[in-house]
């Protein structure tokens, strides 16, 4: 049917199918600023402006567009520079997002441009509620939505010529700050807690002050580039909707690929016919087991040795969840793709099945992998349905024990969660013109997915180009190999380029997740809180496939377990124990996702500790800080356990986390509630109670002695710098802090440094985005990489000096770079600009470059202290959460805006886990949430008031001082929540998340108070 669409001011006719979605017309005519997210019209990402209201294209008709006029992102602004042209600039919506850090990933930011800018067409100033009302409908799962506020009322502010404060003042506060609760100076039952009443009209509660609070490392006074808000060197073409995205890419007579997922949980595959399906018109490929080598592999993405067992096929002749994969088909639409699946005739032979973690090792237990293929690693064991075991003792747990006044024990479950990235998993693959397989894919391990690609396709690693462009966000679900293959053997079938979408559905269903668990703590204390000895034993469900099974769940007792060592004697001697049982049932596999088995553990331990304190009338916090890990002493586990390698002991250098709880009970107002009887029952109503909770963190930094990062600088002849980092920037911003390091040593802007990332014919090795380890890991060979350059720079700067100089001869060490200049210290100076023409075009040509790699022989941890006030509906069971304030010790900061998203975001995530997120399967395996209406996440009116501190230590073993920054947030905040509705009740629920019917189920059994 021929449409007649005006799309941005521009009238144009479409032959459309009838079903075409809006959506899909527009993204076929090029408008890749709207983007899938979902097919169920629930994220928000593909909305648009038709006839200046907001809608989700993807459940539009584009028939329903005909004859109206349709808004993108394309329409607003443009790039601010283009050369002789005069540009009208970013929109100042768009400068605001830019400015204000409100760009993560950036996969959702177009549709919240578009809303917001609906919103201020018709409010020019609006209320902060109704901000977040306007952004509610567009779900973002990196910012935790508090910049993208500030944004929209920055923007408002511009648009009603008001002045605006610069970004990037006030952040440093001196050692010894007490911030004290509720800057904002505004009485505390007026701070926005959008679940119990709307802000009133014309208020705005949410600080206008983007930068978070910093107690500086005082080595940092001096820098120019490295702690600074700079602002993030993708954010413009990412605000502008620039077909960034591994989808956002047009290659003539590409073919669509679609999976066929087993209905059956366990079952074997007795005959497969896809003669119907090969048969009908339009399909180029279809593939079964049958038809594809059969090598078997870990989707795991991590370097090599894989940590875990070899137990997984591109496709097999059994399937092990409903959701694993039977058979590819391309086709050349997406609907002929869908009718080749009916087609496949498919016979199963069912297998019993086996969902119940605890039955899995138990004799006569069904085996999930009895193929002879499966390669173990350490101490796993297909004919126990063991992914893999661990079993650490360190000092000696039974006389700790002995030695205790009490043992305290208790029982903690975690449930299976999603990381829901609103760009879902995408590939595209094709040969180019060298006959090398090129795979454009959203990954965070493209150097991984080359190598671990390579014996399953058949092709040597020369002949295979991984490209990742942005991402839509990751979390750990894109460090899987986990669709690469699938479109890779479609291109090796047809010959023809091929892209392959994860649905949102497939996402529930096939993709990875967060490990479920139950975990059992025993504890020994003495009467005056003394930890004798803490032991934790996990039963962790990997579900079938053994990805990521021994790592995430070494990180369950490697970080919680490490926390707490005992005072006294035991500071020397801690006694831990942890052992863990990973097991396969027939549930989708779980994987890497943000914390990486860390939240796990800390949801167990720190309702634990809580529930210790408790019992012993032990204050929470000076019980926690008795017994934490300090500055210099040995991390516990490294001398134990180093994820299947060989340990190395590991001293704490730094350890800020007494500051943290000092810092963070201050914001939070912990000494004027915790305790308080009249403002635990202050709510306002007779049913609603208060509580307050504390939870306290350590993560990792990176994988020592194994983890590579490698990064190469050159020099153009304008002074500016090429960065080519094989690192990976999930929108977390690490492109932006590699360029600051950079730019520091080579004393430049970061505008001068521009940064390549992640292709593996172009880029230096690098092991891939995950394990916290970016700033710390590539963040070290950039430095190294920059070092070298500015050698050079300073060499060649003193010869040109020295020439021209009569007097004393200048030494190369002793110039300085800075403001693109090379200065010597009698006040001489050349610019890099010249030194740049210089090397190319005069004296002693060369090309100036520098390349340095980084294995780390540590892993620094960060610590944290996370608070939680919540209000309890004792009738209900309803938890509030109203703020969540997390004091963080990361190290040096290198940017303060991306380091505070990355905590907001995270808390964000976190905040599900505590309260609302949760994958459940029937009886059969089947998923019951398949899409972001039943697998809620939170939204942009929901939130509760967020407060990031950094508290900065230097740590020795980086040449910034920087630790990790990106995993933290998501350990503590729900055992914070936990503990505040302990607080606020007096029940215990100690399994997340604590929904109204868990909360209520314990009211009604505990003890309310
Ligand atoms: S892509 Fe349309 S709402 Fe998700
Ligand atoms: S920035 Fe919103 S989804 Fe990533």
């Known amino acids: 049917m021929r449409l007649n669409l005006t799309i941005n001011g521009n009238a144009l006719s479409y032959d459309a199918a009838p079903g075409d979605s809006l959506l899909s017309v527009l993204r076929k005519l090029g408008y890749y600023g709207v983007k899938h997210g979902c097919e169920t019209g629930e994220c928000g990402a593909c909305a648009v402006l038709l006839d200046s209201k907001p809608v989700n294209s993807c459940v539009h008709l584009a028939a329903q567009a005909d004859g109206h006029q349709i808004e993108t992102i394309e329409s607003l602004g443009e790039y601010p520079e283009q050369g002789w042209k005069t540009t009208a600039g970013l929109h100042p919506l768009q400068a605001a997002f830019v400015e204000s850090g409100a760009i993560q990933c950036g996969y959702c930011t177009p549709a919240m441009i578009l809303a917001a800018s609906e919103l201020l067409s018709n409010e020019p100033n609006p209320t902060e509620y109704q901000v977040r009302e306007a952004l509610s409908g567009v779900l973002c799962r990196c910012t935790g939505y508090l910049k993208p506020v500030q944004a929209v009322l920055r923007a408002a502010a511009v648009l009603r010529g008001e002045e605006v404060e610069p970004i990037g003042t006030s952040i440093p506060v001196p050692p010894g700050w007490i911030p004290g609760e509720n800057e904002l100076g505004k009485p505390e039952d007026e701070i926005f807690s959008p679940n119990e009443q709307p802000i009133p009209p014309g208020s705005v509660v949410t600080p206008m002050r983007v930068m978070p609070r910093i107690q500086m490392a005082p080595e940092t006074e001096t820098w120019h580039h490295v702690g600074k808000p700079e602002i993030k060197v993708d954010a413009i073409k990412l605000v502008q909707g620039k077909p960034a995205f591994a989808a956002d890419f047009e290659k003539r007579g590409m073919l669509i690929a679609k999976v066929l997922h087993s209905p059956m949980a366990h079952a074997r595959i007795k005959r497969i016919d896809v003669t119907r399906a090969r048969n009908l018109e ?158 454009r894919t959203s990954t965070q391990v493209p150097f991984h997915v080359r190598r671990q690609l390579a014996p399953v396709l058949g092709l040597p690693i020369k002949r295979i180009r991984v490209i990742k462009p942005r991402i839509g966000g990751g979390f750990g679900g894109k460090q899987e190999v986990l669709i690469e293959d699938v479109a890779a053997h479609l291109t090796i079938a047809t010959g023809r380029p091929v892209i392959y979408e994860y649905t949102r559905e497939e996402e529930f269903i096939a993709a990875r997740s967060r490990h479920p ?19 934790m034993y996990t039963l962790s469900d990997t579900g079938a496939y053994g990805c990521h099974a021994l790592t995430v769940t070494g990180n369950t007792g490697h970080k919680g377990m490490a926390l707490y060592v005992g005072d006294g004697p035991y500071r020397k001697a801690p006694n831990i124990r942890f052992y863990a049982d990973i097991v396969y049932t027939n549930h989708p596999p779980a994987g890497a996702y943000r914390g990486y088995g860390v939240p796990q553990g800390f949801w167990a331990l720190e309702r634990h500790m809580e529930k210790i304190a408790r019992e012993l009338g032990l204050d929470p916090i000076d019980f926690r800080l008795k017994n934490a890990l300090r500055t210099g002493e040995l991390h516990p586990f490294s001398t134990a356990w180093s994820e299947g390698r060989e340990p190395r002991p590991e001293t704490i250098e730094t350890c800020g986390l007494e500051e943290c709880v000092r810092q963070g009970r201050a914001a939070i107002g912990w000494d004027q ?41 050159k020099m153009n002849d304008d002074g500016s710098f090429n960065l080519l980092v094989g690192a990976t920037d999930l929108g977390t911003g690490s492109d932006t802090v590699l360029a600051q390091m950079a730019a520091e040593v080579l004393g430049v802007p970061v505008q001068d440094i521009l940064v390549y990332s992640s292709d593996t014919d172009f880029t230096p090795f690098d092991k891939g985005a995950y394990a916290s380890s970016t700033t710390y890991i590539s963040g070290t060979a950039v430095v190294r990489a920059a070092e070298q350059v500015a050698d050079r720079i300073r060499a060649r700067a003193a010869r040109i000096i020295n020439k021209q100089a009569m007097g004393e ?53 960060p610590f944290a202290a996370q608070f939680a006030e919540v209000t309890v509906d004792i009738e209900t069971g309803q938890v509030v959460v109203d703020k969540l304030v997390m004091a963080v010790d990361s190290g040096v900061i290198v940017n303060p805006i991306t380091a505070s998203g990355q905590i907001e975001g995270g808390m964000t995530q976190a905040l599900g886990y505590a309260v609302c997120e949760e994958m459940v399967y029937d009886q059969a395996g089947r998923a019951r949430e398949r899409n972001l209406k039943d697998y809620h996440i939170f939204q942009a009116h929901e939130m509760p008031e967020l407060t990031t501190l950094f508290i900065e230590t230097f740590e020795p073993s980086h040449p910034f001082g920087v630790k990790a920054v990106a995993e933290i947030p998501i350990d503590g905040v729900a055992p914070a929540v936990g503990n505040a509705v302990f607080d606020a009740c007096g029940v215990n629920v100690d399994d997340n998340p604590i929904t109204p019917e868990k909360a209520w189920r314990a009211i009604q059994q505990g003890n309310l108070v």
Do not use: C
């Not at 605890?358 to 002879?372: K, L, N, S």
């Not at 909770?693 to 990792?700: D, I, K, P």
């Open 809 to 861: 001869q200048i030494n190369p060490e002793d110039i300085a770079l800075i403001d693109r200049q090379a200065i010597a210290p009698d006040g001489s100076r050349i610019s890099l600009s010249e030194i740049g023409h210089d090397a190319f075009h005069r004296v002693d040509q060369e090309q100036i470059m520098g390349i340095g790699s980084y294995v780390s022989p540590v892993a620094p941890p």
């Open 673 to 713: 509630k915790f305790g308080s009887p009249a403002w635990r029952l202050g709510a306002g109503q007779p049913h609603l109670r208060r509580g307050i909770g504390v939870a306290l963190v350590m993560q990792g930094t990176a994988i020592p002695y194994l983890d590579m990062g490698s990064a190469s600088i």
């Open 282 to 439: 339009g399909v180029a490929a279809v593939l079964t087991w049958q038809d594809i080598p059969r090598v078997v592999y870990s989707t795991a993405g991590q370097s090599d040795p894989i940590p875990g067992p070899l137990d997984s096929f591109s496709l097999d002749h059994k399937v092990r969840f409903v959701g694993d994969r039977v058979a590819f088909v391309a086709a050349e639409n997406e609907e002929i793709a869908l009718k080749a699946l009916e087609l496949i005739e498919v016979e199963y032979e069912p297998l019993q099945e086996l969902f119940d973690p605890e039955r899995a090792m138990q004799p006569g237990a069904v085996i999930i992998h009895d193929e002879t293929e499966y390669v173990n690693f350490a101490e796993s064991d297909p004919t126990k349905n063991l992914a893999a075991q661990i079993r650490i003792d360190i000092g000696n747990v039974d006389k700790g024990f002995a030695e205790a006044d009490r043992i305290i024990e208790g029982y903690y479950d975690v449930p299976k969660v999603q990381q829901v990235h609103i760009e879902p998993h995408v590939v595209i693959t094709y040969w180019d013109e060298d006959d090398r397989l090129v795979i």
């Open 517 to 535: 668990m139950r975990i059992h703590l025993k504890t020994g204390i003495k009467q005056d809180g003394t930890i004798t000895a803490n032991a």
